[in-house]
């Protein structure tokens, strides 16, 4: 059982992806989805994503790494369930190439 939800970029509000459940029934690389809905998101949108443990596991990695603030549970069924929240993190120092 999976349940993804996607951003519509022109409201930052999010409904359910059947492209994005396409993606998972053929276990496709996570990493460019995470990638994308990060690229697509704005600060302050939000992803839930409801899915075995391990793959929220996932997920909920690959989003910290991009300063995502997450919160996850695991419902009776042992079935994960992430809650992500986009931050306005920019890195503090820039580095010149000189």
Request: glycine content about 6%.
């Amino acid at each position: 059982m999976r349940s993804f939800l996607l951003p519509d970029p022109g409201t930052n509000i999010w409904s359910g992806s059947e492209y994005l459940a396409f993606i998972w029934v053929f276990r496709c690389s996570i990493v460019p989805v995470v990638a994308e809905i990060d690229r697509i998101a704005r600060p302050g949108g939000k992803l839930i994503v409801r899915d075995e443990p391990a793959v929220t596991k996932e997920i909920e990695s690959l989003l910290k790494s991009l300063h995502w603030a997450v919160n996850s549970t695991f419902s009776d069924e042992n079935i994960g369930i992430l809650v992500a929240e986009k931050s306005y993190w920019r890195p503090q120092k820039f580095s010149s190439s000189s």
